[in-house]
């Protein structure tokens, strides 16, 4: 993995970068409106930024990928983990297995994961998702650690 290099610019460079990417007479506003966002609902410039430059993020990993993921990055606050370990869905280690079903490569989590659970009340299980950065990726089809980790992890029957 490459390192990350991080630059600073002023918000009168950033006004200026994005203002020279639209047409004169829409440049105004068009820039007004991303900066407002920007400091109102928190959007994040560095992707439009990033663009802007002709910089594109990096996606490692496509729809379909079968993966693991610590359950600590996912939301499962109501979740029997107690019966999802007897029934096989997550490991004692708390990995639980899922897929990439859609991919957003300009969010802060790219991947959109699709994995099974069993709610806190329940015995029966459920389907949900959660966007996954890739930090909390792994594929168990290539890194050597991750059998052991899947070691007795249950298939869900169809």
């Known amino acids: 993995m490459s390192r990350e290099i991080i630059t600073k610019f002023s918000e009168d460079e950033v006004k200026q970068r994005i203002h020279n990417l639209f047409k004169k007479e829409h440049a105004d506003l068009l820039t007004d409106c991303i900066m407002g966002l920007s400091e109102y609902s928190g959007l994040d410039l560095a992707p439009i930024f990033k663009a802007s430059l002709g910089i594109e993020p990096l996606i490692n990993y496509f729809v379909g990928n079968e993966i693991l993921v610590p359950i600590d990055s996912l939301s499962h606050w109501r979740w029997n983990k107690d019966e999802m370990i007897k029934q096989k869905i997550i490991t004692k280690e708390e990995y639980i297995k899922g897929k990439i079903i859609e991919i ?53 029957k169809v």
């Not at 790219?110 to 966007?131: A, L, R, V």
């Not at 650690?145 to 992890?153: F, R, Y």
């Open 104 to 156: 957003n490569k300009w969010r802060d989590s790219p991947y959109k994961m699709q994995y099974d659970y069993i709610k806190e009340t329940s015995t029966e299980w459920e389907s949900n998702y959660d966007w996954i950065s890739s930090n909390k990726i792994e594929l168990y089809d290539e890194l050597p650690n991750v059998n052991k980790k899947l070691k007795g992890l249950a298939i869900k």
